[in-house]
């Protein structure tokens, strides 16, 4: 147990911070984390030996994640996931937090979960496009084509003449194959 | 352009992050310099991708509650059938479903439960606790006071069973204030008080230890409090002190240094 603690337990401020930007909630991301914790200590020895604990912890998180917002959007209303996570992250974050910041996590609040998971993996939590893909079970050009979606869609929210510029002029294309137009949820929602 | 590969838009997003060698972050630069409408763009994502990072920072530099300390999991792990740090909605079932047996059956108190488990976790907890109520106390914090240290040593380890011995932390700066028994849910354990020339006090608690009999040192957090516990040959320490308080990790290294010596 005790490498265990020398490696997970610097990360547990990243997973929180990651389950809290997900579910908007403290006290949910918290109870989340716990579960996560403790799938963590149960199936620590059945870990496959590559010692990338970051990941692994991230994957484990990220499913509770999802399955957890699945099962909110089932219990509640008859509410698309979208909307749900959009009004469970809507909120305003801490006091010293300005407006600006509470303008922007309102924006990420806005982008769909897959793209919302994508940015802050990468963005916040300084997972490579490698670890990510991994986290999220998807190929890392689908890493890519999400990440670019997301951060047009949120520089577009934050845009001050926000939906006079729709058009983006002459815009560089991605090279990705894989640009559905449709997100392909049933791989996010997989649960391990 | 040195290699004339194409920049791609994953390369973009590659320089945002940081994530390019020296030569395709030279070249990305280069496009970048001839297409100032694509720099533009790609300058808003490196704002954007800062702006989230300060947005978000709080959240992972809030203290870490007493329910998400690992060490308290892997305790209650140990102890399957008391799950004491479960969510407050769980918390609650659990309350009510208690006041439902309650009423049928009369009332059962059970004990707290994170005070029926007697590792390391609950170790943390009781030394949280006294310092809560001595290191606060400005009339009496200490029973004996550090000139009377031989009395004081020899009254607890009697009454642990346990020798213990007293760390010196005034090196780092803590002087030795004295101490007193303390009581807790698994007998008594020792209280030793010390502080420095700004009035700031730190808390050393020691038990015998029925479990978790030789534990690492590892970081624990009661609300504002914060410490280091560990345990060796069956005695277990907690070094803890408030929020205000010193960098505790080299004071309870040296602590436990001279405990194990």
């Given at each position: 147990m005790?490498?265990?603690?020398l ?9 929180r911070?990651?389950?809290?930007s997900?579910?908007?909630e ?5 109870d989340l ?7 963590a ?12 604990v970051k ?23 008859h509410?698309?996931?979208?909307e749900?996570?959009e009004t ?7 006091q010293?937090a300005?407006l ?7 924006a990420?609040?806005t982008?769909?979960?897959e ?6 993996l990468?963005s ?7 670890e ?5 079970d998807?190929p ?11 951060r ?6 934050m ?6 510029r729709?058009?983006?002029?002459n815009r ?9 137009t ?5 791989t ?5 | ?10 390369d973009?997003?590659?320089y945002?992050?940081?994530r ?13 310099a001839?297409?100032p ?15 989230l ?15 998400l ?6 305790e209650?792990?140990r ?10 909605w ?16 009369g009332?059962l108190?059970?004990?707290?439960p ?16 006294s310092y ?10 200490v ?8 009395e004081?040593v020899?009254w607890?380890?009697e ?26 849910p ?13 009035g ?10 029925a ?5 690492p ?8 409090i914060?410490?280091f ?8 320490y ?7 308080g010193p ?5 309870a290294?040296?602590?436990?240094r001279?405990?194990e010596?």
């Amino acid at each position: 147990m005790n490498d265990m603690m020398l490696l997970v337990e610097p990360l547990i401020p990243a997973l929180r911070r990651y389950a809290r930007s997900l579910l908007g909630e403290r006290a949910a991301a918290d109870d989340l984390l716990q579960d996560c914790l403790e799938r963590a200590i149960t199936r620590w020895h059945q870990r496959r030996g590559d010692g990338d604990v970051k990941t692994w912890l991230f994957t484990i998180l990220h499913n509770l994640a999802i399955s957890q917002l699945r099962q909110s959007a089932r219990r509640g209303r008859h509410v698309e996931l979208d909307e749900v996570s959009e009004t469970v992250v809507a909120r305003p974050p801490t006091q010293e937090a300005g407006l600006q910041h509470r303008d922007l996590l309102n924006a990420l609040g806005t982008l769909p979960e897959e793209q919302r998971s994508v940015l802050l993996l990468v963005s916040v939590e300084d997972l490579s496009y490698a670890e990510t893909a991994r986290v999220l079970d998807i190929p890392i050009g689908t890493v890519m084509s999400r990440l670019a979606r997301a951060r047009e869609k949120l520089a577009r929210a934050m845009a001050p003449d926000a939906g006079a510029r729709d058009q983006p002029t002459n815009r560089h294309q991605p090279t990705n194959r894989d640009q559905p137009t449709k997100p392909e949820r049933p791989t996010l929602w997989r649960v391990k | 352009m040195t290699t004339g590969r194409p920049i791609t838009e994953e390369d973009l997003h590659a320089y945002v992050d940081r994530r390019l060698d020296a030569a395709r972050q030279a070249e990305v630069e280069d496009y970048l310099a001839r297409h100032p409408a694509e720099a533009e763009r790609i300058a808003g994502y490196g704002a954007q991708r800062e702006a989230l990072r300060a947005a978000l920072a709080s959240h992972a530099e809030e203290p870490i509650p007493p329910e998400l300390s690992l060490a308290r999991l892997i305790e209650a792990r140990r102890h399957p059938t008391a799950r004491p740090w479960r969510s407050s909605w769980q918390s609650m079932a659990a309350a009510i479903a208690l006041l439902v047996v309650g009423g049928v059956g009369g009332w059962l108190l059970p004990h707290s439960p994170d005070r029926t488990a007697a590792g390391i976790a609950s170790l943390a907890a009781e030394a949280a606790d006294s310092y809560t109520v001595y290191a606060a106390d400005h009339i009496r914090p200490v029973e004996l006071k550090a000139a009377d240290r031989g009395e004081l040593v020899h009254w607890v380890s009697e009454r642990l069973q346990h020798p213990v011995a007293v760390p010196d932390l005034a090196a780092s700066g803590y002087r030795f204030m004295g101490g007193r028994l303390v009581p807790t849910p698994h007998g008594p354990a020792a209280l030793f008080l010390y502080d420095d020339d700004h009035g700031t006090r730190l808390a050393l608690l020691a038990r015998p230890m029925a479990i978790d009999r030789n534990a690492p040192l590892a970081a624990h957090s009661e609300g504002p409090i914060r410490g280091f516990a560990w345990s060796k040959a069956g005695l277990g320490y907690s070094l803890v002190a408030g929020s205000g308080g010193p960098d505790l990790a080299p004071l309870a290294t040296e602590a436990r240094r001279q405990t194990e010596s």
